[in-house]
């Protein structure tokens, strides 16, 4: 390491610099800076990087390599200085966050810093970070975000499926869940299936399948531009050796950390390595809903038979044929639906479908108690309840999925 507060010799001329607080609490980061530029880089504080910054030997650097942990969250502003100062200058800008709050990473990411990874760095990390940062910017004007993957045209692309709650509790997640895990069962022929909690904020897909949530979540998503199928398959964790699940992030983010550009690369990624996507969607409608919409075969809106997802209902209606959206992607499951004996329950359900003008395409029973038990043992319900009413109607789903799928001859990437 060089220092470059004060003129000094120098064998190289300095091609880097990390600012931080005081890089002596980041003893990984230097070590791996010493690995990838030996002594061609150089450590700075905050207020000294804004002053180098000024100076004509800026010019020279490649890069900045930003650390922060949460001890620097009351300092943001000098952090937001040192980024924007480096943009004009076209200096790229890498972030190494430790226990930072998303909120505050989001809004650096926004300002212009180029990418980021976690610390304590993952061995290679750094290395591949500055990778990404050397290699030329493309024309994204020009670039689709199927070539831009390399998914080759004439490679068959998965079925899309998303689940989105019309009201709290109304089943969405249980809904996605075991629909995904009966149709990657179904069978010694059973299609790839991945599971994608796009519920940034509340998702809690990785509670009921027991599963951890990583920082991975947060790096794929805050760089799909530079996402490769190796960066996207190796984010996804398994279930029981079957069913591939993104997980949300373990903090609670931002609803417009990802952009509809975001949300369209990850899709696309995941229908060329899977034949069968599911997605759970949250329960507010977000900018790349839309998106999502038009790259799903089917839209599935849970609801109850109450006034609460009566009116949801209606205003996601309202909503989707001002914008001109394929309302007829949507198909409206009724969660706890009426017993075949309850005549008055019903009645009522004809009557909310008239009213709105709908059909409730699927009848979901009362799970009962076993659905929590299942849930809160992180198991699907085929683990825990193989006779339940609500799983016998699942599977009947999964099932139609699977001949849909085989019907349209689609294969595995």
């Known amino acids: 390491m060089s220092s470059v507060s004060s003129p000094v010799k120098h064998v190289a001329p300095i091609r880097a610099c990390t600012v931080s607080r005081d890089v002596q609490n980041f003893d990984l980061l230097i070590e791996d800076m010493e690995l990838e530029l030996g002594e061609s880089w150089g450590d700075l504080t905050f207020p000294s990087a804004l002053k180098f910054l000024d100076q004509p030997d800026a010019k020279g650097l490649e890069f900045i390599a930003i650390a922060l942990d949460d001890d620097d969250e009351s300092n943001m502003a000098l952090v937001e200085a040192v980024i924007q100062r480096a ?35 993952p061995e290679g990390a750094l290395h591949d970070a500055i990778q990404r940062l050397r290699a030329p910017s493309p024309d994204m004007s020009t670039i689709t975000p199927q070539s831009r993957m390399m998914v080759s045209q004439n ?115 995941a229908r060329a390595s899977f034949e069968v996507v599911i997605i759970d969607m949250p329960g507010t409608v977000v900018q790349w809903t839309e998106t999502v919409l038009n790259e799903c075969d089917a839209y599935y809106a849970t609801m109850e038979l109450d006034m609460r997802s009566a009116q949801n209902a209606l205003r996601l209606i309202r909503a989707l044929k001002a914008e001109d959206l394929p309302l007829d992607k949507l198909r409206y499951v009724l969660n706890h639906a009426p017993k075949f004996t309850d005549l008055s329950g019903k009645a009522r359900a004809k009557r909310m479908a008239e009213s709105l003008d709908i059909e409730f395409e699927v009848m979901l029973p009362d799970g009962t108690a076993q659905v929590t038990h299942a849930n809160d043992h992180g198991l699907p319900l085929a683990e825990i309840a193989p006779k339940n009413p609500l799983l016998k109607e699942i599977r009947k789903i999964a099932q139609s999925i699977v001949a849909s799928n085989r019907d349209e001859g689609r294969a595995a990437a």
């Open 87 to 121: 943009n004009t200058l076209s200096i790229r800008v890498l972030l190494i966050a430790e226990e930072l709050g998303p909120i505050a990473l989001h809004r650096l990411l926004r300002l212009g810093a180029s990418d980021f990874v976690p610390y304590p760095l």
């Open 155 to 269: 490679q068959p692309l998965g079925a899309v499926y998303a689940v989105q709650p019309l009201a709290g509790g109304s089943g969405a997640t249980t809904f996605a869940v075991n629909l995904a895990w009966e149709i990657a069962n179904s069978g010694k022929t059973a299609p790839s299936v991945c599971l994608l909690d796009f519920d940034l904020q509340t998702g809690s897909i990785a509670t009921y399948l027991d599963l951890a949530r990583t920082e991975k979540v947060y790096e794929l998503l805050s760089n799909t531009a530079v996402m490769d199928r190796d960066f996207f398959l190796n984010t996804l964790q398994t279930f029981n050796d079957k069913l591939k699940v993104l997980t949300a992030a373990a903090d609670m983010l931002p609803l417009d950390l990802i952009t509809p550009d975001d949300i369209e690369r990850v899709i696309t990624m």
